[in-house]
């Protein structure tokens, strides 16, 4: 039996259905609001007490040129134009667009917008992706963040699942409201007190807690149980998602809602906030993402479905870059390059031929800075993981310019390629073994930690009973249980972390997040923690070198001495740095620093040594930083 093909329907004026025999897919004209998803027995997927622009929706939030932080205008994107750009048996492409002008200045983003809507024959779901363009003589704007929202029946959507290790039931929606919820530190995070269903009560209920980085978040959403069906977000490529494989983004929360986050500044604060100029010519797709949707029989498990979106997200993503998109924007597999070959490391006081760059992370981005990857947040990247050898192959990348980044677990500091790689049409091109040097000047006398951009090796406490989500109980990521903040105070009462070398264990020593601690309910103090270490001999003509790799900073003043707490200038000061709330919204990480502290050798002295490093910015309790890894080299060898 052959599938059926895929029509058009127009039921009234307002609307138009797509419609292939599996699903029906309502989307309001000329607004290009996603209405109702009618599938598996269901007349509406999507939740039917809210109102029709608040089911299925494109969205930004926006600024004007020149403003600060991370809040702005948020807008969902009403279109004005509907239009048909393909409609064949096999495949149906849908219009709906708005243009710009300037007498939209300042009561829409300043940017033409065109949202697509694709539904291929047999296929069990549809496809959107967006295209944006800011024109020279447009004013200038920032553009905050942008996604695409589905929110779902609370009815019919209890189970959310966006990793193996992280599934559950949800609380509803209802269980946040006043009367049933108690508001927490922030509004995101709520107490549930009286929920409906008494199994959630004395949990927290905190979006933050479900955020994943893109490298992993390709596949998530929500299964209803009665009748048992799935609906999924798949996300086949980062190509078009700001801040490089480990940005972190929301997926599924409780609404029940989902997610396609292309751009945001969660977990980086504003350096991950795309400003433009005016005048300033860009143009983007956002997209495609693939809205799938699963069933299984009565009787049978509904977990089937997750097993069953994950070979569905692997053939999404095998398919990227889709060859149907109708849009002369989105480059098919002949127009775009690839580019191939391997990185190696040479780091003589660790090994002295080079090594294997194994497992590195390899990289295409818009040129820049070393490391500017990570806050990229314009254009396209390109990422893959290398194999254990070294050996990279970055396929599908867009036409353009582009720097080669890389950086590698294991060892500190980013690499750039000093060449410009310039991809064009159908190209193939085979780059020279690279070699990247890590920051290094002399031999390693201690580390604490392991380079690998994140605190997660770090001693992570148990929650305060009273704040606990029962995901994260017995959980490789129990960092991203609410509250660990307040737990540094209860572990170090009456004095702060003092690490011996050689002698504490950064798993057990080393709290993951240096906190301010609470005086009393309204003000905060800094903390210095200490590093003891001894030094048998000391070279006082020559440099030693402190390295100090941070993984997150939020409003943060790192401050360094040595030997003596007392002095009021310390030896280096990073200044008040980072904006990216990791401590707050349970992320292990958020950008990475990484600062090198020269000490002149007649300040070390032989025998015990203090390193103190106090974090001095102390006006909240979420004011910190993670540390990533921390090393003192002695003076270079001169063999």
Sequence with gaps: MTAPGVQLHLPDDHHVVMDNGILQVTLSVPAGIVTRIKYNGVDNLLEILNDETNRGYWDVVWSPAGTTGTTGTFERLICTTYKVILERDDQIELSFSREWDVSLQDKLIPLNIDKRFIMLKGSSGFYSYAIYEHLEGWPGFNLDETRIAFKLRKDKFHYMAMADNRQRYMPLPDDRLPDRGQPLAYPEAVLLVNPVEPEFKGEVDDKYQYSCEDKDLKVHGWICMDPPLGFWIIIPSDEFRSGGPLKQNLTSHVG??????????????????????????????????????NYVNEGEDPLILWEDAKEQMLVEVQSWPYSFPASEDFPSSSQRGNISGRLLVQDRYF??????????????????????WQRECKDYQFWIKADEEGYYIISDIRAGNYNLYAFVPGFIGDYKSDITVTITSGCSIEIDDLVFEPPRNGPTLWEIGIPDRSAREFYIPDPDPKYINKLFVNHPDKFRQYGLWERYSDLYPNGDIVFTVGESDYKKDWFFAQVTRKRDEKTYIGTTWQIKFKLDSVKQKEIYTLRVALASAAQAELQVRLNDSSTNTPLFSSGVIGKDNAIARHGIHGLHWLFNVNLQGNILVEGENTIYLTQANAT????????DYIRLEGPPSHD
């Design 351 to 372: 090994k002295d031929d080079k090594i294997s760059a194994s497992g590195a992370y390899v990289g295409l981005a818009p040129p820049g800075e070393v490391g500017s």
């Design 620 to 627: 909240s309790p979420f004011q910190g930083i993670m540390y």
């Design 256 to 293: 029940p809602t989902a997610l396609s986050m292309f751009l945001s500044a969660h977990y980086a604060g504003e350096d991950l906030v795309a400003k433009f100029g005016e005048g300033e010519p860009w143009k983007k797709v956002f997209g495609p993402v693939f809205i799938y949707l």
